[in-house]
């Protein structure tokens, strides 16, 4: 047995200013319109929802990692986009990746991360 996709659910207090973030500041490609959930493609088989929970608060205990080889072009488009750089570009040589991270409008964690270890493989 085999999982087909992913798809990640964050809350968010205002639709179309979590719609911004993640549509033009980080230009994802919205995929699904369900009215007060959006769904965005990630990577080919990985999704992010936002959904319209007012109500709800952001966990201060999960992080939305994205893996791209350019966290320096991320952070400095996240940033001028308006994004909240939480901690700015650094190698963690510990765990063999260089790293930043960022809040979303309802604080939710994002990090921005390139794998340097060289045991580390994506599948293609």
Do not use: N
Not at 1 to 14: G, K, R
Not at 20 to 29: A, D, E, S, V
């Amino acid at each position: 047995m085999t999982f087909d996709d992913q798809i990640t659910f964050l809350p968010v207090s205002d639709l179309a200013r979590s719609a911004t973030f993640y549509g033009q500041t980080l230009g994802l490609q919205l995929v699904v319109d369900q009215g007060d959930c959006l769904i965005y493609r990630v990577a080919e088989r990985a999704f992010l929802g936002i959904c319209l929970r007012p109500d709800r608060v952001a966990s201060s205990a999960v992080i939305i990692t994205l893996v791209s080889q350019d966290v320096d072009g991320w952070h400095e488009r996240i940033t001028e986009g308006g994004g909240v750089c939480e901690s700015p570009p650094a190698a963690h040589p510990k765990y063999g990746i260089y790293q930043a991270f960022y809040r979303d409008p309802d604080g939710h964690l994002l990090e921005i991360q390139r794998f340097d270890d060289a045991a580390w493989s994506t599948p293609t």
